[in-house]
């Protein structure tokens, strides 16, 4: 019999917009090469794996090329998928427990899931020599966070109009470019990128708003916030701080279902 995987476009309300993940649905442990391979041939940002841990959930993320500590979207496409399957009930909360995050969770609330993750609130740091350059942005603050660098810029349109060179940003920790948004239907705008981890650009990142969530709180006076992920996909974040703690809201939608012929 086949593993179940599916493929979830997260902090979307509609198909082919947010940030695809695929989710596979394991019985027991699975060999960690068997896992990469996996993600490997899905060839999204990212492909999580799910199993059963008494009365809780492993969760594993995985690039193509290699493990990562925290992912926002596969988290909430995950428990998308447990509550769609049936293997939760919508009222039972998705508890996670993870190798680098410890226990993570979510919950439907409503038509949307709102995921409780650890806050990584950026610290003032000077960018490497070069990195600047290979974003092609004039920096008006800079910052550094658990995720990688937090740039801000001058407006919304600086942020659209990045145009890295991938190769030598390559070369580089991960990097958010931000700003406040011009218009009413978001509070900051942000976009990430990760070729180091064979990531050019994210489309839509959780994780990201774990560390811009505090920031632009700090900066706007606000707990409660909306963050939009400019990427050529799109995607709308709910953000709202509590002390050392971040709720991250969002839709999903399934557009694969199906299973590994393994």
């Known amino acids: 019999m086949g593993v179940p995987l599916f493929v979830v476009d997260a902090f979307a309300s509609r198909p082919f917009t947010g940030n695809p993940a695929a989710v596979s649905l394991l019985d027991e442990p699975a060999d960690d090469a068997w896992m990469q391979s996996v993600a490997a041939e899905m060839s999204l940002s990212e492909t999580a794996f799910v199993r059963p841990l008494d009365d809780d959930f492993e969760l594993r993320w995985f690039t193509p090329t290699t493990e990562v500590e925290l992912c926002g979207h596969a988290t909430l496409a995950s428990a998308h998928v447990l509550w769609e399957a049936g293997r939760l009930e919508r009222a039972e909360p998705a508890r996670f427990h993870t190798r680098f995050r410890g226990l993570l969770s979510a919950e439907c609330t409503g038509d949307a899931i709102e995921l409780d993750f650890p806050a990584d609130p950026p610290e003032p740091a000077s960018l490497p020599d070069?990195?600047?350059?290979?974003?092609?942005?004039?920096?008006?603050?800079?910052?550094?966070?658990?995720?990688?660098?937090?740039?801000?810029?001058?407006?919304?349109d600086a942020v659209r109009g990045v145009h890295p060179e991938f190769a030598r940003l390559a070369g580089f920790e991960s990097v958010i470019v931000t700003s406040a948004a011009d218009g009413s239907q978001a509070d900051f705008v942000s976009r990430y990128?990760?070729?180091?981890y064979g990531i050019d650009e994210d489309p839509v990142?959780?994780?990201?708003?774990?560390?811009?969530?505090?920031?632009?709180?700090?900066?706007?006076?606000?707990?409660?916030?909306?963050?939009?992920?400019?990427?050529?996909?799109?995607?709308?974040?709910?953000?709202?701080?509590?002390?050392?703690?971040?709720?991250?809201?969002?839709?999903?939608?399934?557009?694969?279902?199906?299973?590994?012929?393994?």
Not at 142 to 147: E, I, K, S
Not at 193 to 196: G, I, T, Y
Not at 247 to 258: C, I, N
């Open 130 to 156: 070069g990195l600047a350059d290979a974003l092609g942005v004039e920096a008006k603050e800079t910052m550094q966070a658990g995720v990688g660098y937090l740039i801000e810029v001058a407006d919304e």
């Open 193 to 196: 990128f990760a070729p180091r």
């Open 205 to 262: 990142t959780g994780a990201a708003h774990c560390a811009l969530g505090p920031y632009w709180a700090a900066r706007l006076g606000r707990d409660n916030l909306v963050g939009y992920q400019a990427s050529a996909r799109g995607g709308t974040v709910a953000v709202r701080v509590e002390g050392g703690r971040v709720r991250l809201g969002g839709r999903a939608v399934t557009v694969v279902r199906g299973e590994l012929a393994l």
